[in-house]
């Protein structure tokens, strides 16, 4: 089964606090030119996102016995021993991928190269924490899914983490249309547009869902354990 979605800005939860903290500002005051750069930003967020994203779920799944390795209709994805035994009580996996959009993207970037670096990073915070509000909300829709079925979710995992390669991507993306929700793939993997999500959601009746999952990740330098840091 696959399924797509779409947002506007005012359906998903961009909470300012934590654009504040990876600002480097937790304390809820954001100096100048922080704070008007924000509400700029802010007040652009929905003219400037593309709000997509697709689901693709199925039951033709098989964990192999070197628990790293989940088949998913023939296709072997070696996720890595962290992710395999978070998923392998899943009677069925969802794949997903969802985006903030091109705009977005673009705009923070040139203006990270450009003139204006400071505003480009607020539009980098930005388009960060929307695209993880997007899949916080595609994550939602799987968990009203498993509602009807009676059953639970796992938390959600992406290639690049966990020890999961990011090299993976393309066979994930095989489940997909071509060029699904905008986004399109690299040679080497990347999503284009670069605030995009993707990954898989394990379900059935004997998996957990984890609250915070950064103490199972050996990645340091990650956006989200730093923002985690911060609460």
């Known amino acids: 089964m696959i399924k797509e979605f779409s947002y506007s800005f005012n359906e998903i939860d961009v909470n300012p606090r934590d654009i504040n903290v990876l600002l480097g500002y937790a304390d809820d005051v954001l100096p100048?030119?922080?704070?008007?750069y924000l509400a700029e930003a802010m007040k652009k967020a929905d003219t400037l996102s593309d709000l997509r994203g697709v689901i693709y779920w199925t039951n033709d799944i098989r964990f192999s016995e070197k628990k790293d390795t989940i088949s998913i209709e023939g296709a072997d994805f070696e996720v890595g021993r962290i992710v395999?035994?978070?998923?392998?009580?899943s009677d069925s996996i969802v794949l997903f991928a969802c985006t903030a959009g091109k705009e977005i993207s673009d705009l923070a970037k040139n203006l990270l190269l450009g003139d204006d670096p400071v505003l480009g990073y607020v539009y980098n915070v930005l388009g960060s924490l929307t695209v993880e509000a997007v899949?916080?909300?595609?994550h939602q829709e799987v968990r009203e899914m498993?509602?009807?079925s009676d059953e639970l979710i796992t938390n959600r995992y992406s290639p690049g983490y966990c020890q999961w390669s990011l090299g993976e991507q393309h066979k994930l993306f095989s489940f997909f249309p071509e060029?699904?929700?905008g986004i399109s793939l690299t040679d080497s993997a990347l999503m284009q547009p670069i605030k995009s999500v993707s990954g898989f959601?394990?379900?059935g009746k004997k998996v957990k869902y984890r609250k915070y999952t950064c103490d199972l990740c050996?990645?340091?330098?990650?956006?989200?354990?730093?923002?985690?840091?911060?609460?």
């Open 32 to 36: 100048e030119p922080f704070s008007d």
């Open 179 to 181: 060029k699904c929700c």
């Open 146 to 148: 498993s509602v009807l």
């Open 201 to 203: 959601i394990g379900m």
């Open 84 to 89: 395999a035994k978070e998923l392998r009580n």
């Open 218 to 231: 050996s990645l340091t330098e990650c956006f989200y354990r730093n923002r985690q840091k911060e609460r």
């Open 135 to 138: 899949a916080d909300k595609i």
